[in-house]
Protein backbone atom coordinates (compact mmCIF):
# COMPACT_ATOMS: atom_id res chain seq x y z
CA UNK A 1 0.00 0.00 0.00
CA UNK A 2 0.94 3.43 -0.61
CA UNK A 3 0.26 6.74 1.09
CA UNK A 4 0.05 10.13 -0.29
CA UNK A 5 -0.97 13.44 1.28
CA UNK A 6 -2.50 15.92 -1.68
CA UNK A 7 -4.24 19.11 -2.06
CA UNK A 8 -7.32 19.77 -3.86
CA UNK A 9 -10.92 21.03 -3.80
CA UNK A 10 -13.96 19.63 -4.24
CA UNK A 11 -16.02 20.28 -7.31
CA UNK A 12 -19.42 18.64 -6.27
CA UNK A 13 -21.15 17.22 -3.49
CA UNK A 14 -18.55 16.25 -0.03
CA UNK A 15 -15.94 14.01 0.93
CA UNK A 16 -15.77 12.17 3.78
CA UNK A 17 -13.10 10.47 6.05
CA UNK A 18 -13.08 6.03 5.18
CA UNK A 19 -14.84 6.87 1.68
CA UNK A 20 -13.21 5.29 -1.54
CA UNK A 21 -11.18 6.56 -3.60
CA UNK A 22 -10.59 5.74 -7.51
CA UNK A 23 -7.90 7.92 -9.14
CA UNK A 24 -8.55 9.05 -12.69
CA UNK A 25 -6.21 10.04 -15.60
CA UNK A 26 -7.83 11.41 -18.68
CA UNK A 27 -11.18 9.16 -17.66
CA UNK A 28 -9.01 6.10 -16.97
CA UNK A 29 -8.88 4.57 -13.76
CA UNK A 30 -5.55 4.31 -12.69
CA UNK A 31 -5.44 3.28 -8.65
CA UNK A 32 -8.00 3.02 -6.04
CA UNK A 33 -7.56 3.48 -1.58
CA UNK A 34 -9.07 5.22 0.95
CA UNK A 35 -9.10 8.26 2.11
CA UNK A 36 -7.60 8.07 5.71
CA UNK A 37 -7.37 12.09 6.41
CA UNK A 38 -8.52 15.22 5.65
CA UNK A 39 -7.44 18.74 7.03
CA UNK A 40 -8.75 22.25 6.54
CA UNK A 41 -6.03 24.87 7.37
CA UNK A 42 -4.02 22.42 9.18
CA UNK A 43 -6.81 20.83 11.41
CA UNK A 44 -8.61 17.94 10.67
CA UNK A 45 -12.01 17.70 9.88
CA UNK A 46 -14.24 14.54 8.95
CA UNK A 47 -16.16 16.01 6.38
CA UNK A 48 -15.40 19.10 3.48
CA UNK A 49 -17.69 20.24 1.50
CA UNK A 50 -18.52 21.40 -2.21
CA UNK A 51 -16.09 24.40 -3.39
CA UNK A 52 -13.65 23.64 -0.25
CA UNK A 53 -10.18 23.19 -0.59
CA UNK A 54 -8.28 20.60 1.59
CA UNK A 55 -5.76 18.49 2.23
CA UNK A 56 -6.04 14.80 1.60
CA UNK A 57 -4.09 11.56 2.71
CA UNK A 58 -5.05 9.02 0.61
CA UNK A 59 -3.34 4.84 1.04
CA UNK A 60 -3.92 2.48 -1.66
CA UNK A 61 -2.54 1.46 -4.58
CA UNK A 62 -1.56 3.65 -7.59
CA UNK A 63 0.16 7.28 -7.24
CA UNK A 64 -1.94 10.81 -7.65
CA UNK A 65 0.17 13.36 -9.60
CA UNK A 66 -0.64 16.81 -10.79
CA UNK A 67 -3.70 16.75 -12.95
CA UNK A 68 -5.18 13.59 -11.78
CA UNK A 69 -9.13 13.81 -10.56
CA UNK A 70 -10.06 11.59 -7.78
CA UNK A 71 -13.50 10.03 -7.62
CA UNK A 72 -14.71 9.69 -3.64
CA UNK A 73 -17.12 7.58 -3.11
CA UNK A 74 -18.88 5.73 -0.54
CA UNK A 75 -20.46 1.75 -0.84
CA UNK A 76 -23.75 1.76 1.08
CA UNK A 77 -25.41 -2.12 2.07
CA UNK A 78 -28.76 -2.22 2.57
CA UNK A 79 -30.75 -4.69 3.46
CA UNK A 80 -34.54 -5.18 1.30
CA UNK A 81 -37.29 -6.24 3.51
CA UNK A 82 -40.26 -8.43 2.22
CA UNK A 83 -43.65 -7.43 3.01
CA UNK A 84 -45.88 -10.12 4.32
CA UNK A 85 -49.48 -10.82 2.13
CA UNK A 86 -52.41 -10.98 4.27
CA UNK A 87 -55.57 -12.91 3.00
Do not use: A, F, W
Amino acid sequence: KNSMIVGGRVMSGRISVGTHVDILKDDVKKGQGTLSKLQINNVGVLDVEQGHECGIQYEGKGNIEEGDMLEIYREEVTQKKLSQKVY
